[in-house]
């Protein structure tokens, strides 16, 4: 499928189109700002995998190599890394648990200080 992608003069932002039919006119429109002023980027070529070979590269020992399970920022890496293989998106939820457990892991450290 013809996807292409442009990057907009005024918001730096890069907008991705899907053409069907390459015979008529399209002017692209910023899709964040609006502009009308795009430029057509290189984008990267996107290829599809089935669940399974997404759940094999999950399963693979070295996805989660350097993963320390005590650092709530590894986790979080890992997290989204996964997220995005699985096809999920899961935009904050993931950053409020990585603070959520920092809070809880300075307030434990804290805590160990006062004993």
Request: proline content about 5%; some cysteine.
């Amino acid at each position: 499928m013809p996807i292409y992608e442009y990057r907009c003069q005024e918001c730096r932002r890069v907008s991705s189109f899907l053409l069907l039919n390459l015979r008529d006119p399209f002017v692209p429109v910023c899709k964040q700002c609006g502009s009308h002023s795009l430029e057509r980027v290189l984008s990267r070529v996107h290829v599809r995998l089935s669940e399974e070979t997404r759940l094999e590269r999950l399963a693979d020992p070295s996805a989660w190599a350097g993963v320390d399970e005590n650092d709530p920022k590894s986790v979080a890496k890992v997290l989204k890394r996964m997220g995005q293989e699985m096809g999920e998106d899961f935009p904050g939820e993931v950053d409020e648990m990585v603070e959520e457990a920092m809070d809880t892991q300075a307030g434990d450290a804290a805590g160990e200080t006062d004993l």
